[in-house]
Nanobody, 124 residues
Framework: QVQLVESGGGLAQAGGSLRLSCAAS????????MGWFRQAPGSEREFVAA????????YYADSVKGRFTISRDNAKNTVYLQMNSLKPEDTAVYYC?????????????????WGQGTQVTVSS
């Protein structure tokens, strides 16, 4: 069983920064690729970023590339999402997820465990 708990969400002004954390538990987390998704009201859940199990390769949605950074600390079983230069359109609930794929994935159906989400609100 894998459990994922996100934290670090909140209210930020446009141009500001937030860092999200995802604390993971489970025997295979340290060898799993991980991802962040987000869902705004009335919208589909969309891919934000993914990272390989070793942390050596990362992937980003075009909308966040250059502003967000995904990282992980396997010793702490934690995945991070550093969000800089925030925009109002980044407002959403952000979810951490574990990939069940042997390669990093950008689609929801390749992820099998999800956290409960953390709200990020960016004001203009």
């Amino acid at each position: 069983q894998v459990q994922l708990v996100e934290s670090g969400g909140g209210l930020a002004q446009a141009g500001g920064s937030l860092r999200l954390s995802c604390a993971a538990s489970g025997r295979t987390v340290g060898t799993s690729h991980m991802g962040w998704f987000r869902q705004a009201p009335g919208s589909e859940r969309e891919f934000v970023a993914a990272i390989t199990w070793s942390g050596g390769i990362t992937y980003y949605a075009d909308s966040v590339k250059g502003r967000f950074t995904i990282s992980r600390d396997n010793a702490k079983n934690t995945v991070y999402l550093q969000m800089n230069s925030l925009k109002p359109e980044d407002t959403a609930v952000y979810y951490c997820a574990r990939s069940r794929s042997i390669v990093p994935a950008t689609t929801r159906n390749r992820y099998d465990y999800w956290g409960q989400g953390t709200q990020v609100t960016v004001s203009s």
